[in-house]
């Protein structure tokens, strides 16, 4: 079956460092792939998506590529703040529009 | 309204109780899902419709969850005869089509605790 694995957490970075957290995932067909972030107290939402390989989702600073060849997703950013503290999930959409979730992984940013 | 609307958002049930939780997509939104979060885990499928159809329920864990959207808007998930594995948050979205490429949206979801 389709599967989505992520990075294990908790990361604790300062402000302004670089973040990198790794997806990779398993599937049939060629399914779309999703950044989802949780703020605390807050519902998920969708960060970023790429539909096809080698697309590339940007938003608010971060960005992931769909690397086909490695099965990939990872997300980056070159500076993160305080306030993109928050639980990322990864995730994988089949053909009939269900996602497949990563466990989330939990990133703290410190002034 | 603006986003998905959940109700209730704070449930304690005791085992063996029914419970029944709703779900208001946006508005238009032909697919409905409702998803599965245990503490510490990522959303987990239990369902899919798409207008009034179920098309997916292989993720439904056993034959206690029921869930149905009878007029293709509002979604109700039912758990009969809950037990304490059953504590959770469920969590509802929907998507404007029914393809891979449409974004999901989330409620802010339904947390269940069974005591």
């Known amino acids: 079956g389709n599967s989505v694995t992520q990075m294990e957490g908790p990361v604790t970075l300062s402000e302004e460092a670089f973040l990198t957290i790794n997806c990779t995932y398993t599937?049939?067909?060629?399914?779309?792939l999703f950044w989802y972030v949780q703020y605390p107290g807050e519902g998920l939402q969708l960060l970023l998506k790429a539909t096809k390989a080698d697309d590339k989702g940007s938003n608010k600073g971060f960005e992931a590529t769909y690397r086909k060849e490695t099965t990939s997703f990872h997300l980056e950013k070159g500076s993160v703040q305080v306030s993109d503290s928050a639980v990322y999930f990864c995730?994988?959409?089949?053909?009939?529009?269900?996602?497949?979730f990563g466990d989330g992984t939990t990133l703290t940013v410190k002034p | 309204g603006a986003g998905v609307s959940q109700s209730p958002r704070y449930k304690v049930a005791k085992r063996g109780q029914d419970v029944a939780l709703r779900c208001d997509p946006i508005?238009?939104?032909?697919?409905l899902f409702w998803y599965q979060q245990a503490l510490g885990q990522g959303p987990e499928f239990l369902t899919y419709?798409?207008?009034?159809?179920?098309?997916?329920k292989s993720g439904l864990p056993s034959d206690r969850f029921f869930a149905e959207r009878p007029e293709g808007s509002v979604s109700t998930l039912k758990i009969q005869r809950t037990q304490q594995e059953d504590s959770a948050v469920y969590l509802c979205a929907s998507s404007l089509g029914g393809s891979s490429v449409d974004t999901i949206y989330f409620g802010e979801g339904s947390w269940l605790t069974v005591v």
């Open positions: 995730a994988s959409g089949t053909n009939a529009g269900k996602s497949t």
């Open positions: 508005s238009g939104h032909v697919s």
């Open positions: 599937a049939t067909g060629y399914p779309s």
């Open positions: 419709f798409q207008n009034e159809a179920q098309l997916d």
